[in-house]
């Protein structure tokens, strides 16, 4: 019942979305990767074969799924050899079409998750977002996205985009602001490992309820001493500005 | 072995930590707050009485606990007739000496949390820092924060002030980003539920590594096209900004 899959790509989404598709009993039959480390390193986790050189693609696969930087899709699309099945990308931000001028089946399957080499992620309860230019191909990949995810959904490109700049929002903004953090307790010799359980809070308590309503601190209090003693303790202007910009933007969200 | 325990403040911090006391044992005497219906809240809920005039409060107590708007506290403090006891502020950014002006023994009990009246929290590994201007009243401190937490630490005020600074980005900036994030899914019709299972695993993330090697997304791979789109479908400049702003800063303390 597996499909057989090419990895064109072989990073941090490659390399957790081709796990999941292979411990779901589909065939990696290949992977690329312009860095031939990269893709022997994927490839060796799947059972498959690993090639740098796009000329050498297997051409009777079922799905040939495009994981890799957006800037570098057209470039790599461009030189791929004709081949059977359907040419899939799972960008956010791209329309299906970026595909379409090379072939006639194309599709999209976007897994709305962060994704690292070597943190192992649990796909059942991640959306996944498709898309596909004809209604054989959305079949087919619905099928494959429903191999490891209980949660697949149909979504328009139009729509995708905005999902896929929610998600910046959400987690890599977020983890950025984590980060600023632990550099400031860094300079203090305070271990990051305090802010653990504020964290975790700060990240259940929108299971449950509105980040709107959810929010607490200076910012939405408008405790103005407060926050003019925290940026003198900012150690550059960037990071003041930044300070003001997010809290201003606090307040005008507030309840 | 409980100790008598009078709140100054009826507000999120208070509720919470009026809770845990309470259930740790601790009587709960007296709650004040300006606003009389804001006060009788909580005192039903610890079996307290509630007051609006701080000539009323009972001074006998243990400890008194400031647990107000920092703008607030000051005020507040220079109304309060002399009492028996401690007096305990609970403010990340205020030094011990706000309070000791107007009192012999004072000191601080910081519970690094965000609190909403709504929501328990469970205090048992919540850390608390606490800090006095001499033992006996540190002892007494220390005793209180340990009925409800296992991780109590004495830190000085001028390393907790950046701990609250840090707290404000990891918590109350980090909030503001699932915010936007909502907001730019309400006006797609998307439900807010899609991101969960993403902000759930971006905060897990950092309980295991660094948020500086757990960042992923656009900017820090520099995918410039992406982010030139992304800020595009931003409503307003003040938001582009804000985009830019963050994704430099995420470029900036990439790895």
């Known amino acids: ?9 072989a990073g941090n989404l490659a390399t957790q979305l081709g796990k ?11 992977v690329f990767s312009r860095n031939i480390d990269h893709a022997r390193q994927l490839a060796r986790q799947l059972e498959s074969s690993a090639i740098d050189d ?3 693609i297997e051409l009777s696969a079922d799905c040939y799924i495009f994981a890799l930087k957006d800037d570098a899709l057209p470039a790599i699309a461009a030189q791929m050899p004709t081949t059977d099945g359907v040419w899939i990308h799972t960008a956010g931000s791209l329309p299906v079409s970026v595909l379409s001028e090379y072939k006639e089946d194309v599709g999209v399957l976007y897994p709305l998750q962060t994704f690292s080499k070597s943190r192992n992620v649990s796909f059942s309860d ?8 004809n209604s054989a191909t959305q079949q087919l990949i619905e099928s494959l996205a429903r191999s490891i995810s209980e949660e697949v959904h149909v979504l328009s490109g139009e729509k995708r985009k905005y999902l896929h700049l929610a998600a910046v929002f959400a987690c890599n903004f977020t983890n950025h602001f984590y980060t600023l953090a632990e550099e400031i307790l860094q300079k203090e010799h305070i271990p990051f490992d305090v802010l653990k359980p504020l964290i975790r809070e700060t990240a259940d308590k929108v299971m449950e309820r509105s980040p709107r309503e959810a ?14 003693r925290q940026v003198e ?8 500005k930044l300070y003001w ?9 507030s309840l």
């Open 215 to 228: 929010q607490t601190g200076p910012a939405v209090r408008f405790d103005e001493k407060v926050m003019q």
């Open 233 to 240: 303790l900012l150690s550059n202007d960037t990071l003041r």
């Open 126 to 133: 991640i959306p996944i977002f498709i898309e596909a230019n």
């Open 20 to 30: 999941a598709l292979y411990t779901a009993g589909n065939e990696i039959v290949q």
């Open 1 to 9: 019942m597996g499909q057989k899959v090419v990895f064109i790509g």
């Open 245 to 253: 910009m997010v809290s201003n933007s606090i307040h005008d969200h």
């Open 54 to 56: 796009i000329r050498q």
